[in-house]
């Protein structure tokens, strides 16, 4: 599967802001989907995941800002970011994972402001 995020952009603190991650293929709704984030200076971290079963995983910093959802008929994976903060600030990645198969779509830069 081929990944493209977008939705990223320059906001407040407090601020909301939503990412797509849309992807190619048939098989979308078998991939578990993540986003990631790098901040500068910064190793990439796990923010999100919705297993294709439907389950959510959340980086406990963001466990009550952070909403991820998928749209199978879409192929898209969603992320809300509520309550911005200026540590949100990073490059968004999305990555699907289906067994041994890893997909990384590049990044979008979420930069919010004090």
């Known amino acids: 599967v081929q990944l493209q995020a977008s939705g990223g952009g320059l906001v407040q603190t407090g601020d909301s802001l939503r990412l797509s991650c849309a992807a190619s293929?048939?098989?979308?709704?078998?991939?578990?989907m993540a986003w990631f984030r790098q901040a500068p200076g910064k190793e990439r971290e796990f923010v999100a995941a919705k297993t294709w079963s439907g389950a959510d995983i959340y980086l406990d910093s963001v466990k009550d800002r952070f909403t991820i959802s998928r749209d199978n008929a879409k192929n898209t994976v969603y992320l809300q970011m509520n309550s911005l903060k200026p540590e949100d600030t990073a490059v968004y990645y999305c990555?699907?994972?289906?067994?041994?198969?890893?997909?990384w779509g590049r990044g979008t830069q979420v930069t919010v402001s004090s």
């Open positions: 293929g048939r098989t979308f709704r078998a991939y578990t």
């Open positions: 990555k699907g994972v289906r067994g041994l198969i890893n997909s």
